[in-house]
């Protein structure tokens, strides 16, 4: 926005500049007058002097009349001079005063707000509007210091700093960044700040000219739209599975059904004591013939299930679960849930799916934080811990929800068992299928201090 | 009269083999189809015994072929079979009319049983359209402006034709056709017809 204001003012600047230039051009030409007049009227009476002194006192009267007419007609165009000049001084103002209620209105009005600051991080000027988007006025922003800027949310405060740092480094570029910033009422708000080199009318570069807009609107239609985008794919796979699973119901019932119909008629048969051994024997082969066509049914189940071979790699378990907890953000943020990441320094590589793990850690941590959600806001703290222990290497995730309860903890990893209103009952149950099929343990206890422990032991390399 | 025959429609081979042996253990004759689109073909109104129908079949399904049967007035008894997910259809079916329905697997004789009950109530319909007295007990229950509009309908006219002949709205004809058939306990004016035709013969 910056660049778009600048045009309009520059075009009523211009007619004020040359303004100027006419108002120094015309100084000089009323010197010049004024000389030219004093050379005039030191002639004339130079001349009037001699020419009476030379034919006596008969031409005299008539010379003094010349000389007066020549004078009045030098006073008359010294005083017309004079007009002009005033004049063009008149328009210099105007246009002077224009452009600056030009950029009084333009401040005014601007809904993105300017704050420029000194090399040394003082704030030097805010705009109307940003006074007005941080609800602080000018006098309590003016001379504030980095890094006790009044409207800088104090938990984000570190990464503010660390924001301003990278803009130093990076000199004279541009840059724009995203930043939790609260109000004088205490209410945080999400802003976008533009910051570009602020520099002086001589070239110099004194400091940083940053342009603010208030996105806190558009970052939650965001979140939204992404939130969104979650449940129609979790419906979409919750739909797709409930079609595999009808399918494969319809399709067991077939065989089922020729095989229950033959049993009857066996037993009708045997009860009634009409027993024909060939014929029993010819049904017997028939019966199980269905069986193998139902046990063709699953292995067929089978194979699709199996289509997704795990993708093995040594990796560090620390770095993913690093990106679990960036992926869970949003989710812990919404549920203001605090997540505590306490990673043990040099933990063995462990070989696995990156994919699948991080699935676990995901769906564990988002457990925690579902579990959490009665629970008073200063305890709702998730922790995720890593160790190691023995030859594994072990990931823990903590919560201090509800805990589980003794008749809930036995159906736990059941599939289809949920607690939750629109779960599924897949989570856990996944969970440690693919934990098993890492040889790894997906173990769970109750913490002494309320809410419940996770741990998940992954078999490490030992060199 | 002619023999009573369970008539299997089941896309299924297997399905279609292991009723009919069972059927044959309790004494069913059977005759089976693996489309509805054959059924249909083959089908003459005379047939008796009753009709077992998969609700899932490849090409014209279960539904559509009760349709049609019921469209053509057949009035064999029809025994639906269903899978788990179809018993809001089943259930649809039965006000339609259908005599039963059935969910696979089945239970041991459960089929076979139903299968039995329905040939008993094909019977009694079959023995009620031969039973003069029977016939003539129900004509009794009709009142006198009912024997009029039956007279008229039997003649095959129109509800509106007969609205009109009679001077009263076709609401009212309509009512009078239901009440009807309900006292004649026949489901078409051609049933009502040969239900008739059993006090002529004498």
């Known amino acids: 926005m910056l660049p778009a204001s600048s045009s309009p003012a520059a075009r009523t600047l211009a007619p004020s ?25 030191l002639l004339s009476s130079w001349l009037a002097a001699s020419i009476a002194t030379a034919y006596e006192a008969s031409w005299f009267p008539v010379l003094l009349v010349g000389v007066v007419i020549v004078l009045g007609f030098a006073i008359i165009w010294g005083v017309m001079q004079m007009r002009r000049q005033l004049a063009s001084h008149l328009n210099v103002e105007t246009a002077l005063r224009q452009a600056a209620t030009f950029q009084q209105a333009l401040e005014a009005s601007s809904a993105g707000g300017l704050r420029a600051r000194d090399q040394d991080g003082r704030i030097t000027y805010v705009s109307p509007a940003f006074c007005r988007m941080t609800g602080f006025s000018n006098e309590e922003l003016l001379g504030a210091r980095f890094p ?13 700093l660390e924001t301003f740092n990278r803009l130093r480094s990076n000199n004279n570029q541009s840059c724009s960044v995203e930043v939790a910033m609260r109000r004088k009422n205490g209410q945080p708000f999400d802003a976008l700040i533009i910051e570009s080199p602020f520099i002086d009318a001589s070239g110099q570069h004194i400091g940083w000219l940053g342009a603010v807009v208030d996105i806190t609107e558009q970052k939650r239609a965001r979140e939204q739209a992404q ?3 979650e449940r129609l794919q979790a419906t979409s796979r919750l739909v797709t599975m409930g079609e595999m699973a009808s399918t494969m ?18 037993l009708n048969q045997i009860e009634a004591g009409q027993i024909d051994a060939a014929e029993l024997k010819e049904i017997q082969h028939k019966i199980a013939r269905q069986t193998q066509r139902a046990a063709g049914i699953i292995s067929r189940v089978h194979a699709f299930v199996r289509r997704t071979e795990p993708n093995f790699s040594s990796v560090d378990l620390n770095s993913l679960v690093r990106e679990a907890a960036a992926l869970i953000e949003t989710n812990a943020q919404r549920q203001q849930v605090r997540i505590v990441c306490e990673l043990e320094e040099g933990l063995p590589q462990v070989t696995i799916d990156t994919q699948m793990i991080e699935q676990i850690i995901v769906n564990l941590m988002r457990n925690g934080i579902d579990a959490m959600c009665d629970t008073p806001l200063e305890n709702r703290v998730l922790t995720i811990a890593t160790h190691t222990r023995g030859n594994h290497a072990v990931l823990r995730v903590s919560d201090r929800g509800c805990g589980i309860s003794p008749d809930i903890a036995s159906h736990l990893f059941d599939p289809f068992f949920t607690t939750k209103g629109k779960g599924m009952g897949m989570g856990l149950n996944i969970c440690r299928t693919i934990a098993e099929l890492h040889h790894g343990q997906l173990t769970f206890e109750s913490n002494p201090s309320g809410g419940a422990t996770f741990t998940l032991a992954l078999y490490a390399h030992t060199e | 009269m002619s023999k009573s025959y369970a008539y299997i429609i089941d896309d299924d081979e297997a399905i279609c083999d292991a009723l009919t042996w069972q059927f044959r253990t309790r004494g069913i004759e059977c005759m089976s189809w693996s489309s509805a689109e054959d059924f249909l073909r083959e089908w ?7 009709i077992v129908l998969d609700i899932r079949l490849k090409g014209m399904n279960g539904l559509a072929c009760f349709d049609i049967l019921l469209e053509n007035h057949c009035l064999l008894p029809v025994i639906f079979i269903t ?21 696979k697997p089945f239970n041991y004789n459960e089929l076979a049983d139903r299968v039995l009950a329905a040939f008993e109530a094909d019977a009694e319909r079959r023995r009620a359209l031969t039973d003069r007295d029977t016939v003539e007990q129900r004509l009794a229950t009709l009142t006198g402006r009912e024997r009029e509009v039956m007279g008229l309908i039997l003649e095959g006219r129109y509800n509106k034709v007969i609205a009109n002949q009679l001077a009263i709205s076709m609401r009212t004809v309509e009512a009078h056709r239901s009440h009807i058939f309900n006292k004649m306990h026949v489901r078409s004016a051609v049933e009502l017809a040969q239900l008739l035709a059993v006090l002529k013969k004498d």
């Open chain 2, 44 to 50: 003459r109104p005379d047939w008796c015994g009753c």
């Open chain 1, 17 to 41: 500049s040359s303004g100027f230039a006419r108002a120094r051009w015309s100084g000089w030409r009323l010197y010049l007058l004024l000389a030219q007049l004093a050379v005039v009227i």
């Open chain 1, 249 to 266: 119901a319809h399709e067991l019932n077939q065989p089922l059904t020729a095989i229950s119909s033959y049993v009857a008629g066996c």
């Open chain 2, 83 to 103: 899978s788990h997910g179809d018993i809001q259809m089943a259930v649809g079916t039965l006000k339609k009319g259908a005599f039963d329905f059935v969910e």
């Open chain 1, 227 to 229: 939130q969104q985008y």
């Open chain 1, 148 to 160: 006790d800027i009044p409207y800088w949310d104090s938990l984000q405060a570190g990464r503010n």
